[in-house]
């Protein structure tokens, strides 16, 4: 058991890109501090919010065994903590092993509150790799010179995309290519012959990334905290919640090496940041002849190839001290469409295209969250009026997802606060389909409360008889948050086996705000080992 350092959410003004801001962070941090824990601890954490903004904090991929209360999510599991207010959040690691990640969950701040977990082994027990000489976090994040919790204000008022970042960063800092942060840049230092972890995490709001080290090839081990098959590659893409453990050798000449990570945005003409952050690979010791070899090469942004190359290649590392269970024999079908929309505004013109506003749907359910009472605190207390248990299992119309000019009356969605209820042990299939809709892109979709068997994957329209054929039931990939291809599919299998309530949405930021989302209940099961915990004292209130 450990109570771990408080953490207070606070404004602190930083200087990135020549100008001083304040932003909200976590003890004076960005990122904000790393928890160290091992396999089986229990942990106490103590949130204090200093700021003037309600908070949240979500401890992604963890998987919060019968406690739904100490998840996160604002008005799914929790009213936020208020100003002045504190709560803490009480949870154990029981299957996770790895590298994770916590971030607010409330509005944008996640933006800069957000900060690494390290998982080590149980005391006793190894990597199932060499013990690396080192670790160091890599923290993937994005930076913008306006007040990030009004973006998202701004973009709903006007319907419109919220504002582009002006930088991405790599540990809270650009890189050499931005003014300013020459000096500033963040710096991993190595010795030659040593092997190195990097835990990777992708913190960004909006968009996907390719990250490479320069003339350094590396091995993925981990994703998610999960261990995989080891993959050598020279390049990761890698989604917005994602984490990866990538081990690293120092065997080149030494020198100054570039990190270097920009975006893989596989939409087309939808904006992002298309600026390139870098962090330095530095050799300790007297370097002979001191330069900085070319950044490296990395995949074109819209290189959906490069990126499928690398993500097919994950596999699980099932062995005997690993083991997977994935569900063989499945009682719960299920297949969600995932939608960018557009719907009408009252009264001006939006700044979304057509002059309408910009939605987002699952099965064509713009999630709303309630504003007064959390989902959570309304099931476990049989509230009626707070959500409506109808969330559609399959969409509501049939058409060709993927194909071209779909028709006008597609765009359209309906907006609702709508759950789907899962008996308990229940066996799950869940197929997620991309959509052509306004625009295809890739979705980064974050499950809380599991982790899940990526089983398929594939471009176009799933078929339900052909594509099982081709599942990969011995060695898929153990992942809590997965990147549905542009105009494709992803099948998922997971047993709900931890009641509770549980929100499922893309981690892109833009997306999740426009309503693409939806929550699971599990219901409880018999015995008290299968039952959802009662809440804590301390809860906070609406």
Known sequence: MQFLRPLQVESTPYTRLCK???????????????????????????????????????????????????????????????????????????????????????????????????????????????????????????????????????????????????????????????????????????????????????????????????????????????????????????????????????????????????????????????????????????????????????????????????????RSLADDQHPINVPLQIDTHLFFTISVNLVNCTDNPCKGPFGKRFAASMNNVSFVAPPSIDILRAYFYGIRGIYDQDFPSYPPETFNYTGDDLPENLLATGFGTKVKMLEYNASVELVLQGTNVLVGIDHPVHLHGYSFYVVGWGFGNFDPTKDPLGYNLVDPPEETTVGVPKNGWVALRFRADNPGVWLMHCHLERHQSWGMGMVFIVKNGVGPGAQMLPPPPDLPNC
Not at 34 to 56: C, R, S
Not at 73 to 96: D, H, L, S
Not at 133 to 148: A, F, Q, R, S, Y
Not at 281 to 291: A, K, V
Request: hydrophobic share 35%; with cysteine.
């Open 20 to 314: 001083t801001k304040n932003i909200l962070t976590v003890n004076g941090q960005f990122p904000g501090p790393t928890l160290y824990v091992n396999k089986g601890d229990e942990v106490f954490v103590k949130a204090q919010n200093q700021a003037q903004y309600n908070i949240t904090l979500h401890w992604h991929g963890v998987k919060q065994e019968r406690n739904p209360w100490s998840d996160g999510p604002e008005y799914i599991t929790q009213c936020p903590i208020q100003p002045g207010k504190n709560y803490t959040y009480r949870f154990e690691f029981t299957v996770e092993e790895g590298t994770l990640w916590w971030h607010a969950h409330s509005d944008w701040a996640r933006a800069t509150v957000h900060g690494a977990i390290i998982v080590y082994p149980n005391p006793g027990t190894a990597y199932p790799f060499t013990m690396p000489d080192g670790e160091v976090p890599i923290i993937l994040g994005e930076w913008w010179e306006t007040n990030v919790m009004d973006i998202s204000r701004d973009a709903n008022q006007t319907g419109g995309a919220p504002k582009l970042s002006d930088a991405y960063t790599i540990n809270g800092q650009p890189g050499f290519l931005y003014p300013c942060s020459q000096q500033e840049t963040f710096k991993m230092l190595v010795s030659p012959g040593r092997r190195y972890l990097l835990r990777i995490i992708n913190a960004v709001m909006n968009e996907e990334l390719f990250f490479s080290v320069s003339q350094h090839p590396i091995i993925l081990v981990g994703t998610d905290g999960s261990y995989v098959k080891p993959l050598p590659t020279d390049y990761i893409m890698i989604t917005p919640g994602q984490t990866m453990d990538v081990l690293l050798e120092a065997n080149q000449p030494p020198n100054l090496y570039p990190m270097a990570s920009r975006a893989y945005s596989s939409a087309i003409g939808v904006g992002f940041d298309n600026t390139t952050t870098t962090a330095i690979l530095q050799y300790d010791g007297p370097l002979p002849h001191p330069s900085s070899p070319p950044i490296p090469t990395l995949p074109s942004y819209n290189d959906t190839q490069a990126s499928i190359n690398f993500t097919k290649g994950l």
